[in-house]
């Protein structure tokens, strides 16, 4: 019986190997699932094109608000920043005919809804502003909702810089710390990411809380260094 079960989880290894080998190309251990971390950018050039995802079901709300502030800090950096309010889109959860790959399948599944066109910016930018409200310590489902439906062209979502924005009603700065990781396990899955810094606002349940607040400024100050 212990010569079956090791003989099975040595199997299970080499599948799960082999399917990582075929997301993301055939790897070492060290370049699989990496971060670049960096305050600096690694593409300086002028003029990026920053898109900010606002995850928040409440326009105006502290996520919404902290936005905006990046997006200020970006506009006067020279960036050409484009906000989307992601509760605008229908986005329809990941189904069946979303893991078939063939351009008929992928084509019916684009057509239910309006991933694709929020997908499509995504491609085309240089930096990406991934901002959600803190839900019972990880990201919202709308944000989960379009991180799944990239699935059939996130490989070409490659050298992106990204920031991550939350606001939590807790006043603990953990609080946020799944919802971050929620965020890097999508950008974990990207080639060659670079995490650029994130806010994380706490003690902010009531709407609009966060005006004035530190968190405000620090949205700010990230955005004038994209």
């Known amino acids: 019986m212990k010569k079956l079960f090791?003989?099975?989880?040595?199997?299970?290894?080499?599948?799960?190997?082999?399917?990582?080998?075929?997301?993301?190309?055939?790897?070492t251990d060290e370049q699989m699932y990496q971060i670049n971390f960096s305050a600096e950018s690694p593409n300086p050039k002028q003029g990026?094109?920053?898109?900010i995802i606002s995850a928040s079901p409440r326009r105006g709300g502290n996520t919404d608000m902290l936005c905006d502030?990046?997006?200020?800090?970006?506009?006067?950096a020279g960036a050409k920043v484009e906000k989307l309010f992601l509760d605008d889109y229908n986005i329809d959860f990941f189904r069946e005919i979303?893991?078939?790959?063939?351009?008929?399948?992928?084509?019916?599944?684009?057509?239910r809804d309006e991933a694709k066109q929020v997908i499509d910016k995504m491609l085309r930018a240089d930096v990406m502003v991934l901002a959600s409200p803190v839900?019972?310590?990880?990201?919202?489902?709308?944000?989960?909702?379009?991180?799944?439906?990239?699935?059939?062209?996130?490989?070409?979502?490659?050298?992106?810089?990204?920031?991550?924005?939350?606001?939590?009603?807790?006043?603990?700065?953990?609080?946020?710390?799944?919802?971050i990781e929620g965020f890097r396990g999508f950008v974990?899955?990207?080639?060659?990411p670079t995490e650029r810094g994130m806010v994380k606002a706490t003690g902010m349940g009531r709407k609009g809380g966060v005006e004035g607040s530190v968190y405000m400024?620090?949205?700010?100050?990230?955005?004038?260094?994209?």
């Open 6 to 27: 090791v003989a099975t989880m040595a199997f299970a290894a080499i599948a799960a190997a082999a399917l990582c080998s075929s997301c993301k190309g055939i790897q």
């Open 48 to 51: 990026k094109l920053v898109l």
């Open 69 to 76: 502030e990046f997006m200020r800090g970006a506009v006067e």
């Open 98 to 111: 979303d893991t078939y790959m063939q351009p008929d399948s992928v084509a019916k599944a684009q057509a």
């Open 135 to 179: 839900y019972y310590l990880n990201i919202d489902g709308q944000m989960k909702n379009l991180i799944d439906r990239t699935f059939y062209c996130f490989m070409q979502l490659r050298d992106k810089e990204f920031y991550y924005i939350t606001a939590s009603a807790d006043v603990e700065p953990y609080a946020a710390d799944c919802a």
């Open 188 to 192: 974990r899955c990207l080639p060659n």
């Open 217 to 226: 400024q620090q949205a700010y100050e990230l955005g004038k260094g994209v």
